[in-house]
């Protein structure tokens, strides 16, 4: 009889054209993919439908597979502000549902999910994702690269545990860079 206990584990790409999604159980020390995808929107399609169809998406997903923990890339500030709120504003969207499912949610720099699946910070997108169809024991590299990546999250979390990952709030919440509810009002 196995006794182990197996953990159902999410990772998610975020973006507004394109989510991607990956979903891992794993059970002792043994990785093994549920399911792996993209959610798509439609270009040209005004934006409050887009984040709509996303939520709606990303809801059916977890109501699908109920997994017990979602791992999320943390965002980053590069040159396109309009594509980094964008994509900030669909990851809301997905963090929103996990919240409504009552799934906790953890967050995870590209550097930190590099160290977790290849044990190499730097790690190039191809070793990435020869990584992730090594530890899951896939035929082939995960297609697009936004549901390999997605697969990358889950695999960090999974593999580094709760205790390692930071809960996905914004820079000015509680905890996240040091502040704590006695400092921030007395």
């Not at 017990?68 to 994509?87: A, K, Q, R």
């Amino acid at each position: 009889m196995n006794t182990q206990k197996t953990s159902t584990y999410i990772g998610i790409d975020p973006g507004y054209a394109i989510t991607g999604y990956g979903i891992v159980s794993k059970t002792g020390n043994k990785l093994s993919v549920i399911d792996y995808g993209v959610i798509t929107t439609k270009a040209h399609t005004d934006f409050p439908v887009r984040l709509l169809a996303l939520n709606d998406k990303m809801r059916g997903i977890l109501e699908m597979y109920k997994p017990d923990y979602m791992s999320i890339e943390e965002l980053f500030m590069g040159h396109n502000h309009t594509t980094v709120i964008g994509t900030a504003q669909a990851r809301g969207v997905v963090i929103v549902e996990a919240a409504r499912a009552g799934i906790p949610v953890y967050e995870f720099t590209p550097g930190q999910v590099k160290l977790a699946v290849t044990g190499y910070g730097k790690a190039d997108k191809n070793q990435v994702s020869q990584m992730v169809k090594n530890l899951l024991g896939l035929k082939e590299i995960p297609k697009p690269d936004d549901a390999a990546d997605a697969l990358a999250l889950a695999i960090c979390l999974a593999n580094t545990g709760t205790m390692n990952a930071g809960a996905a709030v914004s820079g000015y919440q509680f905890g996240r860079y040091g502040y704590s509810k006695r400092n921030e009002f007395g």
